[in-house]
């Protein structure tokens, strides 16, 4: 029986993102225990996430950085449980490096733009020839034959559909700020890495996997057929209340929104008790799902008269005494600090390296508990390199002066 | 060199789930190439999503059944690619036949309400004993300890913080129509899974896995750390626009609405070209990052004005002409027809067992692409028991005798 380490302990991934789709990717393969070696180019600060404002300093957050141990929000919440080195790709000695690391590694992950890993010499062709059993992990906008278009966030998102899910119709398009088209292809990204990991151990035989953020999204909303279900009248964007499943959808109270999701008949039933109106649980209007269908828009006027004139405690607390499944709808500052949330360590409190835990600063947690297994996202951020000479010294055995060598030669 | 399979061809997986969290985490593990065979429940029609409305009949989509071959959409969705047995998990001697089956599995994957897997005996705790390398992954809405509440999408999306990353300040929340409380939960209860299979194939050593899903979805809210962005004012809710970033959002044609993302000096230049004002790419108001977020509101009102009045096709091509990023805001109807997509299978369409493609419905699909495996969804969901004799036979050999008596005292 080992001490608990995370499941992908034993496993070293080579790091080549920068953005936010990339390097959640390989956050999350460094939660799990994999070694993560992120490769920064020194010539130019590194990912460009250390230089997104705004920082964390030594008083606090601020707009500007202030000081070099000031380090940005973006890479304290990316950068955790990785090693960084620098490795100028560009510098045609650096190919040789790269491809050294990549012999003792079992995972590289990339999100270039088309065709920069081909022109540098590390595309999966040139990797494979090395270390065959190797799992290459691409994530671009549109998939490997996709182009080179501009893959930000809201793109992806305009693209994908998501959009037009959320208002009513003829809503102006909704956009999301959680970034969606960034995070979910991450998490395919993953999944695709896993499952060839496997196939690796079993037969020795790596491959490329390659991962869309359009793709990635869009299967997502594939999973419910929202077109054909509007073809037989279920309509998708029925803005705060889906009337179909009435009483459900978000309702004001006086100092706060709520949620009930209350199809049943027993639910409903709890629902007319909480608002003081049990005279209407065997009223013909309200009794089946159907009589409440045709009269959504009284029931739903009824819950809302009720609750716009009571606290929302008061509101929660008359639903939860009647068994109606319900909820505060939480600001995101008040849902990243959720007891049990932190407990499970799905959100974590984000640590500086120099000034420790930021007050107020939370960033994403591993959210799967393990039985036997540990998972762990509380190591601080490496600043630009510094693993540079523990990698290439401990890992390739290379000695001081040839590091040294190296680095005066502008490859690291 | 093998043909090509999945990657987790080899692997088999008992499915306990029902609604649309669990079945979606079983969907994937069985496009990655797993056996996953489906337990349903005899004496209710089986899993309740063969029961949910609309279905596919000799006629197309209807809300109501009208043969014993129609098939929910739901069901021709998420039961795509799994064997489906019956199994009353009720009657006391069906439990013996779960734990014979648990001895050849490779994972069990369940999403019972707290306390239900326990009552029935069919608990990790009970599964280890009978095969201690199995990997069990229970998806529920608050985890392990989080009690019985009802977690449904809504609720979940509620207390998340996610409904109120969309619209402006002082906006009610904003539900979203793609159920992303109950989407993003199986795809870290599918990394969880993975891992856990990469850690008990190199030790033998099996474990539980336990995923909830207002911790997966708040784990991604928290990727950004929206709070502490607004306590240095970069605000969260900004509508359809991003003044920080302008030009910058979405904008209405005359028959439609795009996105722009063009935050960099140079794009920012090639939409004021796009728009005929060449002539504002050198103006002070308009040069640079600074000024054009001091000028966000001007900026964003000449690009709507402009693009008020012209069709989308000239909008985009404009855009397009001048190297700006941009594209089409889609509902759903036409993302999921996009051709890349379709072409990658990242989304497929959807086969009934008797009727065929259903012309107009399409499905998710595994949207990860394998050098070397293949993935697959493309199987029509079985019928409620399909592979019952199959399963218990081939893989349990029980003979048709001791089937017919199971199937006589309502163990089947």
Redesign the interface.
Known sequence: M?TKR???H?KTVLDLTTA?AGP?ATL?LAG?GARVIKIENPTRGGDSSRNNS?YVTGEG???QRTSAQDMS?SMM?RGRNKESITLNLKHPRSREVFLELAREADIVVENYSAGVTERLGID?AAVRKVNPRLVYTSISG?????GD??A?D??I???????????EPGD?????????GD??AP??????T??????A???G????????M???L?????????????????P?????V?PRLAP???F?AVDG???I?APTDAFAAGLLRAIGRPDLVDDPEYATRDARVRNAGDLHGRIQEWSARRPLSEVLAALEANAV????????????R?E??L??K??VP?VHPEFGF?E??????????????ATDLSRPAPGLGEQTELVLGALLGYDDATIDQLRAEGVL
């Open positions: 080992s995370g499941p992908l034993g936010l959640y999350l799990l705004p957050l601020s707009l929000v919440v999966y549109f998939g490997a034959q996709g278009g501009k930000m809201t793109i998102q305009a693209l994908s559909g998501v959009m037009m899910t959320a208002g102006p398009p909704v956009r999301f700020g959680l970034p969606v995070l979910v998490l395919f990204a993953v999944i695709g896993l499952s060839a990991v496997l196939h151990d079993k037969t035989e790596g491959q490329h996997v390659d991962v869309s359009l793709g990635s869009t299967s997502l909303v594939a999973c419910e057929p929202f077109d054909a279900l509007e073809s037989v009248g279920i998708l964007r029925t803005g705060a889906v459900f959808g978000t004001r929104w709520f949620a999701c499944p319900a909820a505060p709808v939480r600001d995101t500052a008040e849902a990243v959720d049990l949330v407990s499970r799905e959100v984000l930021v107020g600063l939370y960033g994403s947690g591993l959210p799967v508990t393990f039985s036997r297994s």
